[in-house]
């Protein structure tokens, strides 16, 4: 192991303490940030009121891998672009968002152009998915990604530990994907390592039964976060050689496969019921695996699996396979169908069992 990466291990485990540090210092000092009044729209499966304190610590070491790489790692070159620029923009915009979300309970529709601003911050700082031809259809499917990642991960934040375990392994399958390409001594890496310390200190306390929440503060800049990150390491390519789009499709499809199958199957089940897709309520998937008699943790655990699974396969998919047939497509969709196909049939099963206000 050289020095370089001695240095990499020291900064995640300093940050790793770090967040473990200061989750417990906001948790004995703060106890109703995050929590709101009664009657207001938030369903959560368990009816504990807890603080929603997460997003504050993601947030700080997010600042803290920006101000702390180049001392650390000494890299006199590597200097803050536009485009890196605008993802800090872009991310904090996101969290602000959440932080007034939480504070306030903001209507939707201010909640849906922020997340639109953010869209438009990244598309003009750079951040963009550049898989077509046709800048419009870049520039559009861009939006779409965004603004529906930012909702399906704050969507997904409904039971203990959910969203911290699938953001886990999706920034894990990000960071391996940048070190495949030899991505060591940028800011994105430095920022993903900071970011798997802050989750994996969180999830200390978020575990069931959990002592907080990440509240939408924590899922809004996890969303955008994210969402920056997996464009420019999931869906561009990551070579100057030509590429399959169904390739580069299927990467980001199968990296996020929990929020994308489980945002489909309850906005499907609520428009059939003639609800709002947007009113909170006990029909996730995660609730449905709850109904069969799984436990929370057990629950968490499913999730998990199917999360590693695909991001095994993702990283096989970038590294092993050379020549991308039309059969290796069939292979890697049939495998998401098979996955949302499942879920989705435990959905409908336990229909009468879930709650949608």
């Not at 993601?58 to 702390?68: E, K, P, R």
């Not at 601003?117 to 700082?125: D, N």
């Not at 870049?138 to 779409?144: E, G």
């Not at 095994?312 to 497509?329: D, G, L, M």
Request: one cysteine or more; aromatic letters at 12%; proline letters at 2%.
């Amino acid at each position: 192991m050289d020095f370089f990466s001695f240095k990499h291990i020291l900064f995640f485990l300093g940050a790793l303490m770090f967040s473990i540090l200061i989750n417990s210092i906001m948790l004995r000092f703060v106890k109703t940030l995050g929590i709101r009044n009664e009657g207001d729209a938030v369903i959560r499966w368990s009816d504990d009121v807890k603080p929603a304190l997460g997003g504050l610590t993601f947030y700080i070491i997010f600042l803290l891998s920006i101000i702390l790489h180049s001392f650390i790692f000494s890299y006199s070159g590597d200097n803050i672009d536009f485009k890196f620029t605008g993802i800090v923009g872009a991310t904090s915009l996101g969290f602000l968002m959440g932080l007034s979300d939480d504070a306030y309970n903001t209507r939707p529709v201010l909640k849906f152009l922020t997340q639109l601003l953010c869209a438009g911050i990244l598309i003009y700082s750079g951040t963009y998915i550049n898989i077509f031809e046709s800048q419009l259809l870049n520039y559009s499917l861009t939006i779409l990604w965004v603004v529906g990642l930012m909702n399906s991960i704050n969507m997904l934040d409904n039971m203990d530990g959910i969203t911290t375990i699938v953001s886990l392994v999706i920034s894990f399958t990000i960071l391996i994907l940048m070190l495949t390409n030899n991505d060591f001594n940028s800011f994105g890496t430095t920022i993903v390592i900071g970011l798997l310390a802050s989750l994996l200190g969180f999830l200390y306390f978020n575990w069931n039964p959990s002592k907080m929440y990440m509240g939408d503060t924590g899922s809004q800049y996890l969303g955008i976060l994210l969402a920056a990150l997996s464009i420019n390491y999931l869906w561009n390519p990551v070579t100057t050689e030509e590429v399959s789009i169904s390739r580069q499709l299927l990467i980001p499809l199968l990296s996020f496969i929990i929020p994308i199958v489980d945002t489909t199957t309850v906005v499907i089940k609520r428009l059939r019921k003639g609800n709002s897709p947007f009113v909170g309520g006990r029909d996730h998937t995660t609730h449905h695996l709850s109904y069969l008699g799984l436990s929370e943790k057990q629950v968490a655990a499913v999730i998990a699996l199917i999360a590693i699974v695909s991001s095994a396969i993702v990283v096989y998919v970038i590294s092993n396979i050379k020549v991308w047939t039309h059969w290796h497509t069939a292979v890697f969709v049939a495998y998401f169908l098979l996955v949302f196909g499942v879920l989705f049939a435990i959905a409908n099963k336990n229909i009468n069992k879930s709650t949608n206000d």
